[in-house]
Nanobody, 123 residues
Framework: QVQLVESGGGLVQAGGSLRLSCVAS????????IHWFRQAPGKEREFVAA????????DYEDSVKGRFTISTNDARNTVYLQMDSVRPEDTAVYYC????????????????WGKGTQVTVSS
């Protein structure tokens, strides 16, 4: 069973950048699609981005396309979410989650979650 730990959240000004990390332990990411979701107060958890560990195919939610980049570091068994040109509406807790083989844009499709990291964007 894989365990996930997110890090890298914090307070950033609008227009700035932040890089989130998701590290796997217990097993590697091989065979998984790794997702980033986010949840703002009072809102449902929503899909942000995903990447297939094998092959590197990516998918992004429309509002983050061109601003966020998801990538992998095989040697460190880590997935990153580079967040550029951030906006106040990006404020949320960001969660890393994995699903075997397919991208899931719905939280119910993700089989394992991390505990999340808070991102706050000030205007």
């Amino acid at each position: 069973q894989v365990q996930l730990v997110e890090s890298g959240g914090g307070l950033v000004q609008a227009g700035g950048s932040l890089r989130l990390s998701c590290v796997a332990s217990g097993r590697t990411f091989f065979g998984y699609v790794i997702h980033w979701f986010r949840q703002a107060p009072g809102k449902e958890r929503e899909f942000v981005a995903a990447i297939a560990w094998t092959g590197g195919v990516t998918d992004y939610e429309d509002s983050v396309k061109g601003r966020f980049t998801i990538s992998t570091n095989d040697a460190r068994n880590t997935v990153y979410l580079q967040m550029d040109s951030v906006r106040p509406e990006d404020t949320a807790v960001y969660y890393c989650g994995v699903q075997r083989g397919v991208v899931s844009t719905r939280p119910a499709g993700v089989e394992t979650w991390g505990k999340g990291t808070q991102v706050t964007v000030s205007s």
